[in-house]
């Protein structure tokens, strides 16, 4: 016999249910461009007319895409778990590397567009990151949906760019609609470059 049950994710808040995509490997080049274009817009020095150019591609690429503008939950980005960073421009590219209910691994990799100074990555990209992750180390231990309550980020060392990083997340414990939650981000060589520690909050039934 079929369990046809909500599952726990269907049962509280008012958070939409998404599913996965599968827009074709077109995206997946999209979103490869993109992020070099992304890398490119905040370093590359061209002269006046060269900016003129790429102003006049990037307005045919809005003029392309701005038919096709959909809901949340309707287009591919953020949606499609193949991808690096799920699919969405507004991540870093991550791929997981782990995914249990006693944690969550990523393997992360910034670039130029994440500088905040010196090359290296901008404080404000880490919190980000974790927030992700924190959602990830919810979905993983079978938790209902939840919402960030808080989160400390502790920097210990410069992160890197062009380095591929790893980042876990855990429970710490819970309590209720309460799951306290940490996370770490370390070089190849195991070196801590910063960690975090959050309180996620499940939502009650028709909380956005």
Known sequence: MTDERPSVFEQHGGFPVFESADPGPGFARFLTAMRRAQDLAVSADPDSDTWDDAADRVEELVKLLAPYEAAEGVGPANRVPSLPGVGSLLMPPFTVSKFEPEGVELKVEFSRFHVGGNYAVHGGVLPLLF??????????????????????????????????????????????????????????????????????????????
């Open 131 to 208: 927030d992700s992750v924190f959602g990830m180390v919810i979905h993983a231990a079978g938790r209902p949906i939840s919402r960030t309550a808080f989160l400390h980020v502790d920097y210990r060392k410069v992160t890197p760019i062009d380095t591929v990083l790893t980042a876990r997340g855990w429970v710490r414990e819970s309590e209720g609609r309460k799951a306290f939650v940490n996370a770490e981000l370390r070089d190849p060589d195991e070196n801590l470059l910063a960690e975090a520690n959050g309180l996620m909050l499940r939502l009650l039934p028709g909380q956005p």
